[in-house]
């Protein structure tokens, strides 16, 4: 009798060993790493230590449109980068695949010039910190939309771009 319960005992632990092993690993997921830019949705986003509701904010974005780089993916969290370096985890609905580029120099402003060329037309004056909707790089410059003209600044004066821009957007 009690090797019929030992082994019954047995098979009742192996069976739900079993079954609890494919839900088990698909629980772990893990953490991708990627590396492309997006811009952020909303003009408030929260900024958390992890992946998840239940950690806690580090920072809040509150402007819409800035530049981020996406460094890690995690179900549906994004690890993001900024211009300064900070990192940090958003949920994916506050991100948009919709480039833009920020003005980041220590200059008090950049040109933003009709074509590739300094010596062509200035159209604008732009500060440190101003966004634009991204077009196109061609070799050491950008294109970029800042209220409603078009026009390209130097790739050293922009963050939000990287050297595979250079190659897919010829």
């Known amino acids: 009798?009690?090797?019929?319960?030992?082994?019954?005992?047995?098979?009742?632990?192996?069976?739900?060993?079993?079954?609890?092993?494919?839900?088990?690993?698909?629980?772990?997921?893990?953490?991708?790493?990627?590396?492309?830019?997006?811009?952020?949705?909303?003009?408030?986003?929260?900024?958390?230590?992890?992946?998840?509701?239940?950690?806690?904010?580090?920072?809040?974005?509150?402007?819409?449109?800035?530049?981020?780089?996406?460094?890690?993916?995690?179900?549906?969290?994004?690890?993001?980068?900024?211009?300064?370096?900070?990192?940090?985890?958003?949920?994916?609905?506050?991100?948009t695949k919709k480039r833009t580029l920020m003005v980041r120099t220590s200059k008090s402003f950049v040109n933003m010039h009709s074509k590739t060329n300094a010596k062509s037309r200035i159209l604008y004056r732009l500060e440190n910190n101003v966004i634009g909707d991204y077009l196109k790089c061609a070799e050491d410059w950008c294109a970029l939309k800042v209220s409603g003209k078009k026009g390209w600044v130097e790739k050293t004066d922009l963050f939000g771009m990287d050297e595979e821009d250079e190659k897919t957007n010829d």
Do not use: C, H
Not at 22 to 31: D, L, V
Not at 48 to 75: A, C
């Open 1 to 95: 009798m009690k090797s019929f319960r030992f082994i019954f005992s047995f098979l009742t632990a192996l069976a739900i060993l079993l079954f609890a092993l494919p839900s088990i690993s698909f629980a772990a997921k893990k953490i991708d790493e990627v590396n492309y830019f997006a811009s952020l949705r909303s003009s408030e986003t929260n900024v958390r230590s992890g992946p998840g509701q239940n950690y806690p904010i580090k920072f809040t974005y509150k402007l819409r449109g800035i530049p981020v780089r996406v460094i890690s993916e995690y179900d549906n969290w994004n690890e993001i980068q900024d211009y300064e370096g900070q990192s940090g985890w958003v949920t994916q609905s506050l991100l």
